[in-house]
T-cell receptor
Framework: NAGVTQTPKFQVLKTGQSMTLQCAQD?????MSWYRQDPGMGLRLIHY???????DQGEVPNGYNVSRSTTEDFPLRLLSAAPSQTSVYFC???????????FGSGTRLTVV | SQELEQSPQSLIVQEGKNLTINCTSSKTLYGLYWYKQKYGEGLIFLMM?????EEKSHEKITAKLDEKKQQSSLHITASQPSHAGIYLC?????????????FGAGTTVTVRA
């Protein structure tokens, strides 16, 4: 049982490049979400999904796209990376909301 | 998140002393979560509180939920170096038809020998 797996762990991008941060869970969790963590600001919700085919925006969705074609995967896409997107990104999943959340180990992204 | 105020922002405690971290929500709480994070690492789940007046303990860590005040506190008794890290509170609030999990800015705990 791997839990929530995030890849890659580290990434350096040039401004304007695109990339996808991967998140996969093997717990058959319906709810998945993406957060970014910046110094002194805690975790901020980017996008979330309550089930396959359903996604919604969080607090800071601009510059990010998501899709949920399967229950297991919830990739986060950066279409044109900007230095302001330098951050640590965490993926989380839950069986259902209000049932507790499991977090991945994070992806540290630097945009230069 | 401005919806969730965590205090203090940081604290330094002598090993063996107690400490308390507070978390206050501006919205109705449907669930309150406490996580611990070592610098540069992921989040470790500590406790989840859902009912007013609920109190949970694990080893030397106790968390309480005051639903009426929309507040939670995390108390560590007889702190040890292993308690050092960043403590984050997360609150589930209702957002249209879904619940949203928002986080406070975190409290950095340093334990001095």
């Amino acid at each position: 049982n791997a839990g929530v797996t995030q890849t890659p762990k580290f990434q350096v991008l040039k401004t304007g490049q695109s990339m996808t941060l991967q998140c996969a869970q093997d717990m058959n969790h319906e709810y998945m979400s993406w957060y970014r963590q910046d110094p002194g600001m805690g975790l901020r919700l980017i996008h979330y999904s309550v089930g396959a085919g359903i996604t919604d925006q969080g607090e800071v969705p601009n510059g990010y796209n998501v899709s949920r074609s399967t229950t297991e995967d919830f990739p986060l896409r950066l279409l044109s990376a900007a230095p302001s997107q330098t951050s640590v990104y965490f993926c989380a999943s839950s069986y259902r909301q209000r049932y507790g959340y499991t977090f991945g180990s994070g992806t540290r992204l630097t945009v230069v | 998140s401005q919806e969730l105020e965590q205090s203090p922002q940081s604290l330094i405690v002598q090993e063996g002393k107690n400490l308390t971290i507070n978390c206050t929500s501006s919205k109705t709480l449907y669930g309150l979560y406490w996580y611990k994070q070592k610098y540069g690492e992921g989040l470790i789940f500590l406790m989840m509180l859902q009912k007013g007046g609920e109190e949970k303990s694990h080893e030397k860590i106790t968390a309480k939920l005051d639903e009426k005040k929309q507040q939670s506190s995390l108390h560590i008794t007889a702190s040890q170096p292993s308690h050092a890290g960043i403590y984050l509170c997360g609150a589930e609030t209702l957002n249209s038809n879904d619940y949203k999990l928002s986080f406070g800015a975190g409290t950095t705990v340093t334990v001095r020998a």
